[in-house]
């Protein structure tokens, strides 16, 4: 069945940047292999940031190099400013991403400078994605409510989803950063973002940080989006509570959806392998994805070599 | 404000009498004085089955006997048979609550006999509780699957809920009991029992197992549903799937209706200290509620004395 919607995995990048220990080249790309051939058709793999910033991806031009192509799986990756976007172009990579929060604070916390600011610093990147075919994504963080200045006008989101259309994006992904959101106010806020990016062009990117994202997500499906940004097993945690969840586990989206006769393309028992064996072989842990661990359990191994 | 649902907390009774260790009568009384303390209005403290059955529970009549009762709060406690309700009553609870399934199979296994010899088992109760006062809660598991036959037809939970009823049982809570059912099963379900049994003698029993029981639970609100049985911090795991969840968190609960503005009447921080006082003074581990590791995390302890 062709899948209705876009399940699109973010954990290699956005949740490998959270992880304590460097994790090897050569698993970050066994991973990425794992995930396409498990059905995923759109993987972030990396951000193209100074490893001053983020040392877990300092090797992003190898992982980006090394990382098998599959006809129909488009790679993305995270660059910052248009030296990341030359090291994406450099590393054969077509789908750029770009990151930019609804709330000021955030924003200057997370790259220092305004939103503002922001949006110049995205324009020669856009101007050159546009002249070579490259497709660009914007995420937009906080957009359910942010750690320092708490509530965020919705209004706000859809001017900054607006702004990231004039500059020719070609999808935007609205994240509920720190998991506060909650269903109707996510139906609202899809309606008020979709009269100024159109649906299609509209992407969820949920955190569970409050057990939510999935009633979140149930409530954007119905609103009309049709891709939903997600990680493998949860991996990727809340950085503001230890302990605490944060992306929205890729099992957890692609059952829900295929419950609800949503077909996604998605193969849940190859992806379950996949992150099993990253618990197992690479992290050496658990991660918090519940349809994950109810799998694992029905199958009668928890996580073997995990705590 | 007046609480305009109830969260029917379960963890005493539903949580406990799957827990490896035994747990003091001492600890057990004191839980469910601080649930009581924090808000709830119904509380279900435990089972009056044979401690051959349930070991972890062989305390039954000590734990109904030695809780302290608050204004405005219902205890109630399981009971298989005339002979549990008996000792209910000596232990002068005012609310029995009944179990049985919606699917031939799971009832056989779980109580050793049809679901018609179960509700004829029910009768004397009933009998009993109409002539004396108490009120009757009739759970119905597996209600939007059974682990052994797979789907159960909707029209079976409603027929069941309508018999229950004719036993002038006050309250019949649905009980997803492996976690498999998604918002517009639930949706589905609510409206064609609601048929048979009102509204407001509907309660939801949701599991968490495979991350949609928030979702679930919105699906029950937006159809009408205005009681949720929960249990602290997830307490209870999916008998199924070691280390899989079972019974949706209080917290989670809570924090999602109160986002929606739905007032429950429970103080979420008092909850998440007894939750975390649960958790580091008598469990010694972790609980897999969102919520409490979210609250616990922004408050700098993840959970001392626990993996």
Redesign the interface.
Known sequence: MEPAVVVYEVGPRDGLQNEPEAIATAAKVELVDRLARSGLRRIEITSFVSPHWIPQLADADQVAGQVARYDGVRYSALVPNLKGYERLRAAGLGVAALFVSASETHNRKNVNCTVAESLERFRPVAERAGEEGVLLRAYVSTVCGCPYEGAVAVGKVAKLAADLLALAVDEVSLGDTI??G????VRELVRTVSNAVPLPKLALHLH????????N???GYEAGVRTFDASLGGLGG?P??????GNV?TE?VV??LE???VATGVDLGALVDTTAWLEEKVLKR?LP???L??????RGR??EGA?
């Not at 661990?293 to 029905?298: D, E, F, K, M």
């Open positions: 998991g506060v909650h269903p109707s106010q569970d940080t409050y057990g939510r994202a999935l009633a997500l149930q409530a809340c503001y509570a230890p302990g605490a969840s586990a957890d059952d829900l419950s609800e006769g658990r994805g519940r349809v661990r109810a799998r694992l359990g029905l928890a996580c705590a």
